[in-house]
Structures are given as C-alpha cells and as structure tokens.
C-alpha cells in the first residue's frame, strides 16, 4: 500500500473550495479543553458539527479549575448557575463550589460527553496561519493540520503576573505564584508571606492563616469585600434534586437574576444597586473588624466593585489574628532572608506566596497567529485587545473566540458567556452552509463602530467612575469589558448580523 505524507494531504485539501461549497463537514480545531471547549465540543456535535479536534497544551481537562488548586479555592458564582446548561448537577456539596469539586464536575462532564475523546493532551498549539479559506495549524512538536475553522478557547487568565520586584529570585525559602502552587511545601507552624490582596490572596490568607505560626500580607492596595453567604447542601436536598431536575433549572434562572441585577446592576450604572452593595461592603469591614487603625489600612479610596468585587467571610478574621500581619508599606525589594519593605524592616520569611494575578491581555496569545496579508494578531492587538461582539477580529477569517476581548466577565458565570457565544458561532456556521460560503470575518467599520460603542458604554460603569486602578484596564486606561447588561448580550447573540462581516463567497 503506498504511503500518503501527512504534508501532501493537507496541502491536497488545501486547494479544494471551502467545506460549505463541498457540502462535507467543516474541519474545526479547538484551542483549549477548559470550560469554554467543553461546551465547545458538546455544543457544535448537538448542531451537526462532529469534525472537531481539540489540543489541550495540559494533561487533562479543566482549565482555570486544573490550572489553580490553591487552598481556599473557590468560586464566586453560585454553583447552581456556575454549571452548563447541558448538564445540570444535582450533587453540588455547596451554594458556592470549591475548586476540586468543579474540576472534578469538568471532568464528569468531559468523559460523559465524549469530549476526552477529541482532546490531543500535552500538544500546546504552536502557530496559526491562514492560507484562504483555511488555517495551518502547528503544534509545539512541529506536527501541523490544516483545518476549515478555529475555535479560540483559552479562557482569559492563564498566563501568571509575576511582580517586576527588584532580587525575586535571590529568595532562599520556598517560592510559587497561586496558580502554580506547591503542595509538598508545609506551610503549618512556618513563617508565610502573600504578595496580593485580591480575590486569591483573600482565599488564600482564609484558609491557612490558623495553620501557619506567622503570616505576613503585604497589600499594594486594599479591596471591598462582601460577605460570603456559604450553606453546604444536605444529602436529603441533593436528593430532593435529583428527583425533580425542574428545581435546577428553576435554581440557575433564579440565581442568574439575583447576580445580574445585584452585581451587575451595581457595576453598570443602578445607583441603588450600587448603593446597597457598597454598604454591604462597609458593614462587612466594620464588624469584623474592630480595630481601627487597620480597619482604616483595609479600607479603599475608590468605589466598591470599581475593582473585580472579592467575596469572602474569612480574610478579615485572618487578618486580625494575633499571628498575622497587614504591611502596607511598600516593598523595596526581595532577599535571600524575607522581604525588605522601603521603611527599612526585613520581613523574614520560610514561604513566599506569589498571589499577583494574571496577564489580562495575552487570550489565544502567545500563539502566533497570522491573519490576511501576513497581519500579525499580536501586533495589531498591541497590549490593547478589542474583537467584534467579543468573538472576531478583522483579517482573520474563520478564526473565533470564546471569551474574548471585551466580553462580559467580572463576576458572572462564565460558562453561561461561552454559551451563548457558541450558539451564536453555531448560527454563523449555519449561514456559511445556507450560501456556500468560503470564510467570513467582521468588516472593519463595524469592528470600528462595535468598539466605539463599548468605549462610550463603559462611561456609566463604576469600573471608569469608581477611582480605582484595576487588572480590568488595557493599554488605553479603558476596562477591556462588556459595559451592557447580560441580557443585552444574550439578545445580541442569539441573532447575528450578517451585514457586520465579510461574507466570502470565493478565495
């Protein structure tokens, strides 16, 4: 039998017209086996779609889920609505999840639906080319696929933020950033430092402040914080919905609203809304906290959610503890012995804990990825990444993002945005079949007109008017986020608007 070179296949389908004039299944390679290419993968095969692969740089599912597994790990969303639509879950342990419990419900859901199947593990996607109507891919091994469509779904913070801190590696103890914490590193009886004091660092500070013999945060600048409202579920009401699913459904619709409107309602410009979670942020500071000179350290000078809103009941007693230590003096540098703040004092140290965040402006980065005419994704972007209704950039036909820039996040389920953004890829697929179309990508204007009106939107938000400096601001000092409410979203995907996008008949 004679021997056909994977490069003359492809270059083969290369040069047929697009999958649509064929009439076969387009070829479609999803980046990504978090979340978003969970649902990626259920979703489009329900459609009819089921030439997918997916390339997962990790060894397993899961994504943010797998990638962080820090003590106190938790999720900021109910869990009822914090679950995707195709796969309810009766068993949540608790109203708010803890990470291993969602990892372990992606990778449930992963086996149940196939999708472990289709994912190539350990292959991080190297390059993106596109040779119209189609794209070369390229692993990190040098293996390269041509496929008729990709499917962004890296998620948005994957790429940690180490602190640009004068000898960070000169520190002689133990040293890992959250997401890449060390589990064969005791922390009980030992001297802790946390650089950080967002949503992680507060999680963190939680949940081994009475373990550690002495903990050290060292906070740049302060955060609200609401109050925690965690209730673990009993056997008897797991099983209770179990027997009638209709209470999950109820559950997810009923705490979509309750998020929407109290959070979302607060960030989007409701000054009542606003106001009643600013003092729910107030009330939380001032009773469990009693002290008042670090009452006033803990307390920020801008709005309340300005900066992604932290959820937690048990930073403030953490930090009150006779072992623990808010430093709000500024950090000088790092030693082999602890960290030197600017006020002179060496802070000694066995364990230093990274809680700094992640790069906010990288998404399917650092793949390079090539567009029409040689356009460079990473140079056009330039620190500043917009997309059209979140999902497309100009130039690069038949390349879609799953949470992409100027997306709604902040704290809403995210599993519901990814939803909503594949059904509308779904109905753009449909109409590439419906006319035979050989790619399509957003026109110029209206990227241009899209984003104009993000910019002018995002004026009314407390994320402008709040007076703060959060990981939400790009390169042009705007949050690089969705200013409307998720209703608005979920109606603007639900029908696209063809007259947006270059609908490309032939290459």
Known sequence: ??????????????????????????????????MSGIAAVVKLRRAGYTDLTVYEKADRVGGTWRENQYPGLSCDVPSYWYS?????NPDWSHRYSYGPEIQAYMEKTARGFGVTDLVRFDTAVADLRYEAPRWRLTTEHGDEEVYDLVVSATGVLHHPLLPEIEGLDSFEGAMFHSARWDDDVALEGRRVGVIGTGSTAAQIVGEIGAKVGRLSVFQRTPHWMAP??????????????????????????????????????????????????????????????????????????????????VICSDYYPAICADNAE???????????????????????????????????????LPIRVTGEGGADLEKRWDGAPRAHRA?????????????????????????????????????????????????????????????????????????????CNSWYLDKTGLPNLYPFSPARFRKEMRKPDFSEYRLIEEV
């Open 1 to 34: 039998m004679k021997t056909v070179d994977p490069l003359d296949r492809l270059d083969s389908l290369a040069a047929h017209p697009g999958w649509a004039k064929q009439g076969r299944q387009p070829r479609i390679a999803i980046v990504g086996a978090g």
């Open 84 to 88: 995707f639509t195709f796969a309810p």
């Open 228 to 309: 925690f409202p965690q209730k673990a579920y009993s056997p008897r009401w797991k099983r209770f919905a179990r027997t009638f699913p209709i209470v999950l459904k109820a559950l997810y619709h009923f705490y979509y609203y309750l998020m929407a409107t109290r959070i979302g309602g607060a960030v989007l410009g409701d000054e009542r809304a606003h106001a009643k979670l600013a003092e729910a942020c107030r009330k939380n500071l001032e009773q469990n906290v009693p002290d008042p000179a670090l009452r006033e350290k803990l307390t920020p000078d801008y709005a309340a959610a300005c900066k992604r809103l």
């Open 326 to 364: 808010l430093v709000t003096d500024a950090i000088e540098r790092i030693e082999p012995g602890g960290v030197r703040t600017k006020d002179g004092r060496l802070h000694e140290l066995d364990v230093l804990v990274l809680a700094t965040g992640f790069d906010p402006t990288r998404f399917i």
């Open 391 to 467: 999902m497309s950039v100009p130039g690069f036909p038949n390349l879609w993002m799953i949470e992409g820039p100027t997306g709604p996040v902040g704290n809403l389920s995210l599993i519901t945005i990814s939803e909503y953004q594949i059904d509308y890829l779904i109905r753009c697929l449909d109409e590439m079949k419906a006319r035979g179309l050989e790619a399509m990508a957003p026109r110029e204007e209206s990227f241009a007109a899209y984003n104009a009106e993000i910019r002018e939107g995002l004026q009314s938000t407390i994320w402008v008017r709040g007076g």
